[in-house]
C-alpha cells in the first residue's frame, strides 16, 4: 500500500508515517506544491493525504489536476481551516474525505483503511479476519458465519479498531470518534467504557476470541497477528 | 430629539439664553438713570436758555419805552401778584448781582391736584431807569419720579421684545445652525461597531462641526480597522496553533505505542490527553466564534426546527440517559425557522450540552418550542448563574467543569447574528436554570 503524505510540516508528516508504518504502509513526502503536483502525476497511490495549504500552490489545484487525469487514487484533505466550504468543495472535486487538524492518528488511520477499502474492487466490501468477518456494504458483522446484531456506535467502533490494528487507540480518540465535536465538552468518557463494554461481549457471546484488550491507564486495542 | 435624562441637565443652548436674559436686565437696568440724567441735563438746559430768552425779551422792551417809577411800580405790583412765572423786583440793597439758576420744588397752585411741581429758575439782573432790578424766571420741569417711571416703563417694554426675540432667534439658531450637529449626533448614536459599517457625514459649512465629523470619522475608521485588525488576529492566531496542536496531538499518539510504559507514564500521556483536547476544543471555537463575527456562514435556509431539536436530541440521547435525565418535551411540530444549518445545529447543541453537563444526577430538562420562542431549561446547581457576564468569552470557565468557556458566547453571537433575544432566567422553587430564545 503506497501512500503519499503531501504536508509542509515535517514533524506532522513524519509522526503520520511512523504511525502508518506498522500496517505496512509504504509512505512517501511531498512538502511543496510543485513536488506534490510532480508525485501524484508521475505515480499511482492507495490514498493521498492532502494539506490544502501548501507553499507554492492551494492544495486544491491537486484535486483538480487528480480528477483531469481521471486518476483514482484515494485522497483525504487534511486542513487546519476547517472551513464547511473547503470541505464541501473538496468533496465535490473528488476528495473522498476531510480530517480538521487536529486529528488523531488513529482517527486517520482509521479514515485510510477506510478510503482504501472502497477503492478496491476486488472483494473489497467484506473484511475477513479469522472467524469475524464484516460486510462493509451490509454493514452486517458475522462471527462463525453468524450473524451479530451491533448498534450504529459499537459497528463504528469495530471498524474503528480494526483500522488500527495492534495499536492503542486512547479513550480521548474514542470518544472524539463516537461524539465528533462534544468530546471534550462531555465530563467524563464513560460512555465509551459502555459501547466498549457492550461491543466486546456482543462479539464473545457469538464466540468471538477476545481480540479487544484493555491498557490500563490509556485506552484499548485490538490485537490480531 | 431625546430628552436629556437628568432632570438638571439643559440643552446647550438654553445655558446663553438664561445668561444672555440676565444681562440684558441688567443693562437694562442700569440705562434708567442714565436716562434719566441726560434727560433731565437736557430738559434743565433748554428751559435755561428758555428763561435767558425771557430775560432778554424783557430787559429788552424795557430798554426800549420809557417809563416813570410810579408807573413802573403799579405795573410791577399788578404783574408779579398775577404770577404768570416771572417776578420782576427792585433790588433793595442796590448791588446789581451775576444772572444765576436754580432749581425749587414747590406747590403749585395752577395744577388741578395741587400737587408739588419742580421749576426751574432764572434770577438775573438789569437796570431800568438806572435803578437796578431782579428778575425771576421760572418754568415747570418735569417731576424726578415721573420721569423715572416714564423711562422704567418704557425699558421695560424693550426688555420684553429683547427676551422674546431671544427666545425666538435662540429657536430658530438651535434648529438650523445645530441642525448638522443634532444630525452628526443622530448618526453616532445609531452606531454599531460590529456591523463593521463605515458612517459618512454630510458636508457643513461651518468650521466647528466639520472638524468634528472629520475627527469623529478618523475615530470611527481607526476603531472599525483595530476591531477588524483584532477579529483577522484571532483567526490567524487560531489558524496558526491548530498545526502546533496537530503535531502535539500526533506525537502523543505515537508515545501511546510504546511498548515500555509504565502505568504511570499512561495516566500522564491520557492526562495530556485531556488537556490538549480542550485546548483544541478553545481554539476551534474562537476560530468559530471569529468566523461568525466576520460574516462568515452566509447561506441560509429554511430550516425543520422542530426536526433540528429532535435530532439533536437523539444525538445527545446516550448522555442524557448516563445521568439519568428525564427530558420534558413541548415540541410544536413542524416549525420552521430561517438561518445557516450549521450555526443552528451548533447554537441547540451548545445548550442542549450544557443542560446535561450542568444538571444533577436524575435531573430534568425541559425543553418547549413554539413559532415564537424556543426554551431548554435543566435541574442543577440552587445557585443563580451571574446575568451579568454569562455570555462573555471565558467567564463561565470554572475548574468543576473544565469547558472552553465560549459555548455560551457562542449561542449569544449566533443569536446576535440572526436579531433573537436570549435571556437566561432562574427559577428558585426548582432551582431550574433556563435558556429562552426568542425568534
Redesign the interface.
Known sequence: MKILIIED?P??AQ??A??LK?ENYLCEFAVTFSEALEKVTTYEYNCILLDLMLPGGDGMKILEELKKQDKQDGVIIIS?????EDKIKGLHLGADDYL???????ELAARIYSVIRRRQFTNANVIQQNELQIDLLAKTVLIHDKPVILTKKEYDLLLYFIGNKN??I????LA?HL?G???????NY??VY?HIKNLKKKLTEAGCDNYLKT?????YKWEND | MEQATNGKMTKLLNKPLRVFTIYALLVLGASIPVYYLILDGVWIHELDKHNRMIKRKIEGKFAEITVNDTLLQQTLHLWNGVGAGTDLQSVSDGILRKDSVYTVTRINHFHAKEREERFRGLSAYFLINGKPYRLTVETNVEETDEAIADIAFVTVIFFVILVLGFILLNKKIATKLWQPFYTTLNQIKGFDLSSQQEITFEKTNIIEFEELNQTLQKLIEKNISSYQEQKEFTENAS?EL??P??????????L??SEY?T?QE??I??AT??A???A??IN?NL?LLSKIENQ??IDTKTINFSQLINDSLDF?S??IE?KNITVEQQIEQDVMIEGNK?LLEVMV?NLL?NAI?HNIENGKIKVAFSKSHFVISNTGNSRSLNHNNLFKRFSSTSTE?P??GL?LAIVKQICNRYHWQIQYHFDQSQSLHGFLVNF
Open positions: 510540516e514533524e506532522l509522526s503520520i511512523e504511525y506498522s487546519a481551516k476547517n472551513a464547511l480538521a487538524k487536529p486529528f488523531h492518528l488513529s495499536r492503542v486512547s479513550k480521548n480518540a472524539e461524539s465535536d462534544f468530546a471534550d465538552m462531555l465530563d464513560d460512555f459502555a491498557v490500563y491507564g490509556t485506552g | 489558524h491548530q498545526t496542536l496537530a503535531i502535539i496531538q500526533s506525537k502523543l499518539d505515537l501511546l505505542q510504559l502505568s499512561s495516566e500521556i491520557e490527553h485531556k490538549l483536547a480542550r483544541s476544543r476551534k476560530l462568515q456562514f445527545l446516550e448522555h448516563w450549521f447543541n450540552l453537563r467543569t469547558s472552553s459555548g
